[in-house]
């Protein structure tokens, strides 16, 4: 087990995991975060996507990552973003607000089994793309 330090949708964490765990098995098997899903297990259909951020130059960068292949490890001294971290005081994030009102979906294939369902991978990749950037603006 090794210990690393992080930030959850910006709560400081500190965590004991063994060093081949996933980001995927770390939230929903040791902090009971079950809104990252596991779909196809190899990083193909991105029902796992969460973004993580890292300091650069002053400035926060975020990148989005399957949480079902990327080692746990790599969370220390970052910032993770899962899609329990979207909202703010109670609100969807303009993204989500977006995707429901245009009553949007996304069409998963997880071996030869067609998923149609909100997926928060969409608004977890706009998250990440719209966290890059210094004053963001989003009218849903």
């Known amino acids: 087990m090794a210990t690393m330090t992080f930030l959850l949708n910006g709560t400081p964490?500190?965590?004991?995991?063994?060093?081949?765990?996933?980001?995927?098995?770390?939230?929903?098997?040791?902090?009971?975060?079950?809104?990252?899903k596991e779909g196809c297990a190899s990083g193909d259909c991105g029902a796992c996507t969460v973004a993580i951020g890292e300091s650069t130059a002053g400035s926060q960068k975020f990148t989005s990552a399957n949480a079902c292949i990327t080692p746990a490890h790599q969370l220390q001294g970052r910032h993770l973003v899962t899609i329990e971290g979207?909202?703010?005081?109670?609100?969807?994030?303009?993204?989500?607000?977006?995707?429901?009102?245009?009553?949007?979906?996304?069409?998963?294939?997880?071996?030869?089994?067609?998923?149609?369902?909100?997926s928060p991978c969409i608004a977890i990749l706009l998250n990440a793309l719209l966290r890059s950037y210094k004053n963001y603006h989003l009218n849903a």
């Open 86 to 118: 979207l909202s703010e005081k109670g609100h969807l994030h303009p993204a989500q607000e977006a995707m429901i009102e245009c009553h949007a979906v996304s069409v998963v294939f997880v071996r030869q089994v067609s998923l149609c369902r909100f």
């Open 13 to 36: 964490q500190r965590c004991n995991v063994s060093p081949d765990a996933s980001i995927l098995t770390l939230l929903r098997e040791h902090l009971a975060l079950t809104g990252t």
